[in-house]
């Protein structure tokens, strides 16, 4: 059974930082890429950040770049998300989620992990 648990959420002043975790099982993690998302109240879906675990290779959103930086640990079969300088904006359920490398779609989501910045 595939299972991507996501932990690290907390509530943190602006320009405060956290790191998320999305533990994964159930699959051959290094044949697959894993996303990371966020979903603030009444507003869709958004991409955060991208990493592929076949090459390494990332890839973020303009929101996110030069304060985010996605890494995995192959061995614990984890990935992480290390938000620095964070804004009200960045408020948000995050979620974790999982792709075959080659393909487009994500197939497996996570729970989510609530995070809040306060002014």
């Known amino acids: 059974e595939v299972q991507l648990v996501e932990s690290g959420g907390d509530l943190v002043q602006t320009g405060g930082s956290l790191r998320l975790s999305c533990a994964a099982s159930?699959?051959?993690?290094?044949?697959?890429?894993i996303g990371w998302f966020h979903q603030a109240p009444g507003k869709e879906e958004e991409g955060v950040a991208y990493i592929s675990m076949r090459d390494g290779k990332t890839s973020y959103t303009r929101s996110a770049m030069g304060r985010f930086t996605i890494s995995s640990d192959n061995a614990k079969n984890t990935v992480y998300l290390q938000m620095n300088s964070l804004k009200p904006e960045d408020t948000a359920v995050y979620f974790c989620?999982?792709?075959?490398?080659?393909?487009?779609?994500?197939?497996?989501w996570g729970q989510g992990t609530q995070v809040t910045v306060s002014s």
């Open positions: 989620a999982a792709k075959i490398w080659s393909l487009n779609s994500y197939d497996y």
């Open positions: 159930g699959f051959n993690f290094g044949e697959f890429a």
